[in-house]
């Protein structure tokens, strides 16, 4: 029997925009730098990174808010909530911000970057931490340890 694909629902604060993802994430992330700082109005930012293919918008039309360049933040037209990132120059991936799902409580970031803007006293209990981002050579072992990880939970 074929293994069925998890499905986690999530949405924004208001609830008018509802989205699905169909897979486990690729990886899960808390980001420090001062952007996310401010856009969330906390300390960091929590994402889960899945393919595109298992993303969908169920509910609503999200806006482009934040920054209005090459990293697309995806908001609630109403209430404004980020719930999600599509990544600089692909569209192969989703970040999705990981307190929009509507189960966050197992939401653990397995990475931390921008560490280097990190305020002092915010910490998480994150495997692998980064100055700024990874380098780009570093993400398939990045990949390949959270996936070991979540196998072996």
């Not at 994402?47 to 509910?59: D, Q, T």
């Not at 340890?145 to 939970?153: I, N, V």
Request: hydrophobic share 40%.
């Amino acid at each position: 029997m074929a293994e069925e694909m998890p499905v986690q629902e999530g949405g924004c604060r208001c609830g008018r925009l509802r989205f699905r993802v169909t897979a486990e994430p690729l990886v899960t992330m808390a980001c420090h730098c001062t952007g996310c700082q401010r856009m969330t109005g906390s300390a960091f930012s929590l994402s889960a990174l899945y393919p595109s293919a298992a993303f969908e918008i169920v509910e609503g039309d999200p806006v482009i808010g934040g920054l209005h360049g090459a990293a697309r933040h995806f908001f609630c037209s109403h209430c404004l909530s980020w719930v999600f990132t599509r990544p600089e120059g692909t569209e192969d991936f989703v970040n999705v911000r990981g307190t929009m799902l509507d189960d966050a409580r197992n939401f653990v970031p397995f990475i931390e970057t921008y560490t280097s803007e990190r305020l002092p006293w915010a910490r998480t209990p994150a495997a692998f931490s980064f100055e700024t981002f990874p380098p780009m050579d570093k993400y398939p072992e990045l990949l390949a340890a959270f996936a070991q990880r979540a196998a072996s939970a």
